[in-house]
């Protein structure tokens, strides 16, 4: 059988996801480390964004869809249950971390500390302390999610749970988004327990310096 083809970059947290993905439904897959808008990622993707699929003819792009076809495509352990209320929560999740959470942890929060729009390269310190609120609504959001079963869809380890672990390391790396992940019990103890998975543990990026603190 073709093996799959990751194309994106090790530390993209979506190329992230759909790696773990991989290790824990045991596919041999080839990741080929590319930064974003490279030409083979825009042979994909009309956009130019990671990761994207090559598998034989086929090709995809969007992690939910790559990761939700490699999962049907292989033998379990499914990541996404087969039931339907199952099913549609770990949806639920996965859309709602995609489409507000990651805007605000990663892309708002995390970037003003490692892409910063300052004419000097420092923290976007304007930037950071006006998403504080919504930071910390999100992780008590989060934290409220897993505190009954240590899963966010029941009592499952679905891709739900694969596709936020990525975004809870990155934002850790940050001093406020550390404390209030810190602060979160249950949050604390959902991430340390999947963060000792190995499907977690051997696709972690490559080591890099904390985004610099400023003073606040």
Same mark, same amino acid.
């Given at each position: 059988? $073709? ?9 993209? $947290? ?17 990741? $080929? ?74 892309? $708002? ?108």
């Amino acid at each position: 059988m $073709t093996v799959p083809e990751i194309i994106g970059s090790a530390r993209s $947290t979506y190329t992230h996801a759909v790696r773990m993905l991989c290790e824990e439904k045991g596919i041999d897959y080839v990741l $080929t480390e590319r930064p974003l808008r490279a030409p083979e990622i825009c042979a994909i993707h009309p956009f130019g964004k990671m990761p994207v699929l090559r598998h034989g003819e086929f090709e995809l792009f969007e992690s939910k869809a790559i990761a939700t076809y490699l999962d049907r495509s292989f033998p379990a352990p499914y990541l996404f249950p087969a039931d339907p209320r199952l099913a549609a929560l770990t949806e639920q999740w996965v859309s709602l971390v995609n489409t507000l959470m990651d805007q605000t942890l990663i892309r $708002t929060y995390l970037f003003a500390y490692i892409a910063p729009k300052t004419t000097n390269g420092e923290p976007d310190r304007a930037a950071i302390d006006a998403i504080m609120p919504a930071l910390h609504k999100q992780i008590d959001v989060l934290d409220k999610a897993v505190a009954g079963t240590g899963y966010l869809v029941a009592d499952h380890y679905t891709f739900a749970d694969i596709n936020l672990m990525p975004i809870l390391h990155r934002v850790q790396l940050a001093p406020e988004g550390a404390t209030a992940v810190a602060a979160a019990t249950h949050l604390t103890r959902y991430y340390e327990r999947h963060a000792a998975r190995p499907s977690f543990k051997t696709t972690m990026p490559p080591p890099q310096p904390p985004p610099r603190a400023t003073p606040g």
